[in-house]
Structure formats: structure tokens, C-alpha cells
């Protein structure tokens, strides 16, 4: 059974700053992993998608990283500001044909002015 | 392009009842799935429609079911509502590849509280 682990769960930092968050999973048979932000009382925001052959991929000031083998996912964050304040959630998609994704917890972060 | 659109928004309901969510997928994308999140748990998988039929189904009771229709909008439905299913509920929608590797849209929620 495929497990999420987001971690830290919260986060906060200063404007400016350059961070990462964690995401690992325990199954290494995945089709994709996704990346979402999450804003207040709101639904999910797609940011990246990982395809499993795929080391990384960019958007802005974004990347995020697979290491499939040790089950490992990174977002990097550059630059962060007061409106990358939210929750980012990771899910991966496992081998099998379904659309069925398995999400961590989320990493909940603020970004001080 | 419109995104995935869910109605209705808020909802509330008394213990006992039953509801029905609707969700609106992007126009062009067969597949549609539903989750439940709760601060608890998290996001979980309901289940998951394509070309109307249900591919997949998470762990909740038979009080949960769903349903898609030939425009591939689809609908869920709780029955006999508890107050444990006092959650957000969200559906995604995605134009499935052959390897199932299209990302997922998600729409805004139904925020459903039963008291």
C-alpha cells in the first residue's frame, strides 16, 4: 500500500528565501508524482507533474525533483514570497491504469513580509 | 478553457439526509475522480469515472456512490448522512493518455457540514 510522507508539516520563513520541501513515498512503482498548492478554504492548485522516467521539471521559480529509488521528491521554492503563502501537497500516482492519486498531508507555509 | 466546476459550493444538512455534489469536468477530459478531505485524514480517494464507468473505488462505506454521464459531467451522492462526513469534497478531471500520465485538475470543493 502506497504511503506519503510530507515533511516538515508547517513552515515559515522570510521573504526572500530560497526552501524546499520534502516529500517521500514507500512504493517506487509510480506512473507520476504531482505537486499542488492548496489556498484556504479552497481546491487544489496543480503546479508540476514528475513523470516517472523524468529527473526533474521547472516552472518559474519552481522545480521539483524525483529520485524514484529512494522514494524521494523535492520542491524548490526560489525566492519566496508573502503570495507563496499555502499548503503544498505532493501525490503519486501508482502503477496500474487508474487516476487513483495517494496525497501526503501537506507541508503548510507562511512567508513573512 | 473553463476549469472543473463543482456545485453546489456550501452545503448543509442534518444527519440523516442525503445529498448529491455535481462536478463539471474540463471540456475534452473523460476521466473524473473524487476525494474527501477532512483536517484528520487528509485527501482520500472516493472514486474514479471514466467513459462512465467507475475504474476504481476507494475504502468508504456503500453510503457513497457516484455516477458519470455520457458528457462525462458526474455526480456523487452520500445517503444516510453522519456527521463524520462533514468534509470538503473535491473533484478532479483529466484527460487520460494511454499511460494514465495527464495531471489532474481539481475544482474548488463542496464544503458539506452535517449537523
Known amino acids: 500500500k502506497q504511503e506519503v510522507t510530507q515533511i516538515p508539516a508547517a513552515l515559515s520563513v522570510p521573504e526572500g528565501e530560497n526552501l524546499v520541501l520534502n516529500c517521500s513515498f514507500t512504493?517506487?512503482?509510480?506512473?507520476?508524482l504531482q505537486w499542488f498548492r492548496q489556498d484556504p478554504g479552497k481546491g487544489l492548485t496543480s503546479l508540476l507533474l514528475i513523470q516517472s522516467s523524468q529527473r526533474e521539471q521547472t516552472s518559474g521559480r519552481l522545480n521539483a525533483s524525483l529520485d524514484k529509488s529512494s522514494g524521494r521528491s523535492t520542491l524548490y521554492i526560489a525566492a519566496s514570497q508573502p503570495g507563496d503563502s499555502a499548503t503544498y501537497l505532493c501525490?503519486?500516482?501508482?502503477?496500474?491504469?487508474?487516476?487513483?492519486?495517494?496525497f501526503g498531508k501537506g507541508t503548510k507555509l507562511t512567508v513573512n513580509p | 478553457k473553463a476549469g472543473v466546476t463543482q456545485t453546489p459550493r456550501y452545503l448543509i444538512k442534518t444527519r440523516g439526509q442525503q445529498v448529491t455534489l455535481s462536478c463539471s469536468p474540463i471540456?475534452?477530459?473523460?476521466?473524473v475522480s473524487w476525494y474527501q478531505q477532512t483536517p484528520g485524514q487528509g485527501l482520500q480517494f472516493l472514486f474514479e469515472?471514466?467513459?462512465?464507468?467507475?475504474?476504481n473505488k476507494g475504502n468508504f462505506p456503500g453510503r457513497f456512490s457516484g455516477r458519470q454521464f455520457s458528457n462525462s459531467r458526474s455526480e456523487m451522492n452520500v445517503s444516510t448522512l453522519e456527521l463524520g462526513d462533514s468534509a470538503l469534497y473535491l473533484c478532479a478531471s483529466s484527460w487520460t493518455g494511454a499511460q494514465g500520465n495527464s495531471p489532474l485538475h481539481f475544482g474548488n470543493g463542496t464544503r458539506l457540514t452535517v449537523t
Open positions: 512504493d517506487s512503482a509510480i506512473y507520476n
Open positions: 471540456s475534452g477530459h473523460r476521466s
Open positions: 501525490a503519486v500516482r501508482s502503477r496500474g491504469g487508474s487516476e487513483k492519486l495517494v
Open positions: 469515472y471514466f467513459s462512465e464507468t467507475q475504474r
